[in-house]
């Protein structure tokens, strides 16, 4: 063996440390903490919690904060300790809802202008119930 072998291990050892690491909680059922305590815990914090619910043996709150932001935490069920927390973006559908509620035009979809006699008909580009063709040129 080399001088440089167990170094070499030693850099694979600590290179596989994060993989072994996981955010997933393995508390027995048995020493959970009810839904009320992390609601508490919640409260504490200064969060208001829309959603709660068991995400890989840990709790998973959806809440705001004091300052209205939105945030997603995992909690560990026995200790109630946060695990994991991370600021949650806002969809996209909530941001349309908010748009239309506004009536900014940006977020709207154009409406249609209203066919003309004169206007050439337009083929559609399939028929319901017709075989597919396609042409190779």
Same mark, same amino acid.
């Given at each position: 063996?080399?001088?440089r &072998?167990?170094?070499?291990?030693a #850099?694979? #050892?600590?290179?596989a440390?994060?993989a072994?690491?996981?955010?997933d909680?393995d508390a027995? !059922?048995?020493?959970?903490q009810?839904?009320?305590? !992390?609601?508490?815990m #919640?409260a504490? +914090?200064g969060?208001t919690?829309q959603r709660l619910?068991?995400d890989d043996?840990?709790?998973?709150?959806?809440a &705001?904060d $004091?300052?209205?932001?939105?945030?997603?935490?995992? !909690?560990?069920?026995?200790?109630?300790?946060i695990?994991k927390?991370?600021?949650r973006?806002?969809?996209?559908?909530?941001?349309?809802?908010?748009?239309?509620?506004?009536?900014?035009?940006? $977020? +709207?979809a154009?409406?249609?202008?209203?066919? &003309?006699p004169?206007?050439? $008909? !337009?083929?559609?580009?399939?028929?319901?119930?017709?075989t597919p063709?396609?042409?190779?040129e």
């Open positions: 063996m080399t001088s &072998t167990p170094l070499f291990v #850099a694979l #050892a600590l290179a440390l994060p072994l690491a996981s955010d909680c027995p !059922v048995e020493r959970w009810s839904r009320e305590a !992390v609601q508490q #919640a504490s +914090q969060w919690v619910k068991i043996g840990c709790y998973e709150l959806h &705001t $004091a300052q209205g932001r939105s945030l997603k935490a995992k !909690v560990d069920p026995e200790t109630l300790q695990i927390i991370k600021q973006k806002e969809r996209r559908r909530d941001q349309r809802r908010d748009h239309e509620e506004r009536g900014d035009a940006g $977020a +709207q154009p409406a249609a202008s209203p066919s &003309t004169d206007a050439p $008909a !337009v083929a559609p580009i399939f028929t319901p119930g017709a063709r396609a042409r190779i």
